[in-house]
């Protein structure tokens, strides 16, 4: 249960416009463990956005991922086996952030609430999306399929690109590599020589570094594994996960 004391991350965001890279990829580090353990217990939230993410003022670097309103289930009641994908879903998702499959009204699976993660990583970091103020879902989904990642994400990190083009080999059965992803962004974030314990944008004792946007020579990053279809989070992993 959260406090009064707690805040949307959508307040802090709409205060500074922007955030740094660093304090983008380490919420997008805690959405990602966050969404993979809602994943472990059978669920996704289908509803990824900033207004969905909070913070505590007693821990102003810890993230929190609420409102769960329009999560579903991904097995039967009392079955330990994946439920089959409904032919028709009827869209009642936030369109800037939602994945292709929700615009084209198919069931939901794990890989659509990364799908969304990215979006709105993307947004924190430039501060907006190019389908944001389409008049139609139907504007915004075709954005969504025919625009080229470097037209929209010029300055987000290159691996925000990879992690898409990974997603796109996902099926709704398909469990994502959790694991892949988490080292990709702690990859990101030691290329730019963000630590944990560094305030984020929002805390009062934050002051932004000259060199924050400067990234270090690696010799390579971390690899997604395509084939891998077995969770990673084994702290996270439920006994039960079957699937």
């Excluded at 500074?16 to 969404?35: D, Y």
């Excluded at 909070?54 to 009392?78: E, N, P, Q, T």
């Excluded at 924050?212 to 010799?219: N, Q």
Aim: charged content about 25%; glycine content about 4%; hydrophobic content about 35%.
């Amino acid at each position: 249960m959260f406090s009064l004391k707690e805040r949307r991350l959508f307040e802090f965001w709409l205060w500074h416009s922007l955030f740094t890279t660093g304090t983008v990829l380490r919420i997008g580090l805690q959405a990602l463990r966050g969404i993979a353990f809602l994943h472990s217990i059978y669920y996704v939230h289908r509803d990824i956005k900033p207004s969905n993410f909070a913070i505590d003022h007693d821990k102003l670097r810890r993230v929190y991922l609420i409102d769960f309103g329009l999560a579903r289930s991904l097995k039967k009641r009392g079955l330990k086996i994946m439920r089959k994908p409904r032919g028709y879903a009827s869209f009642r998702r936030t369109p800037g952030y939602c994945s292709l499959n929700a615009h084209k009204q198919l069931e939901l699976g794990r890989h659509d609430d990364l799908w969304s993660l990215i979006y709105m990583l993307v947004d924190l970091n430039n501060g907006s999306l190019p389908w944001f103020g389409q008049d139609t879902r139907d504007g915004a989904a075709v954005l969504k399929e025919y625009l080229i990642e470097s037209e929209y994400m010029h300055s987000c990190p290159l691996a925000f690109a990879s992690i898409m083009d990974y997603l796109r080999t996902l099926n709704y059965r398909q469990r994502p590599d959790y694991s892949g992803l988490e080292k990709a962004f702690i990859h990101m974030l030691e290329a730019r020589d963000i630590q944990n314990d560094q305030p984020m944008d929002w805390e009062p004792a934050y002051i932004r570094r000259p060199d924050e946007s400067r990234v270090k020579v690696v010799s390579h990053a971390p690899s997604i594994d395509y084939e891998k279809t077995q969770d990673s989070f084994s702290h996270r992993e439920s006994l039960y996960d079957v699937f």
